[in-house]
């Protein structure tokens, strides 16, 4: 969410507006309202299933590590891939 009269940015959750006077002004993108999310989310869904089918030999990555531990696997995968299911 936006202030708009001072342009920063502010998280609900991970950085809240310091202020009840901030927060009652933040404004929100219309794209990340729950309805357009779902949206873009079936969407997401739909086009994994059909990569998935494409590329037989992809693999998933958890992103949600360190970027050096993400590359190590990366790495792992193309020079000596895991066997397939």
């Known amino acids: 969410r936006t202030d708009p009269v001072t342009g920063e940015r502010y998280h609900t959750t991970f950085r809240p507006a310091p202020t ?3 927060q009652a002004r933040l404004r ?3 794209k990340d ?5 779902k949206k873009r989310l079936d969407i997401y869904y739909s086009n994994v299933k059909a990569l ?3 590329y037989p030999d992809a693999f998933y990555v958890n992103a949600d590590q ?8 990366i790495e792992s ?9």
């Open 28 to 30: 929100q993108n219309p």
């Open 66 to 73: 360190d970027p050096y531990v993400i590359f190590e696997f």
């Open 20 to 22: 009840p006077e901030i």
């Open 52 to 54: 998935e089918e494409f």
């Open 77 to 85: 995968c193309i020079i000596k891939p895991l066997p397939c299911k």
């Open 33 to 37: 309202e729950e309805e357009n999310i």
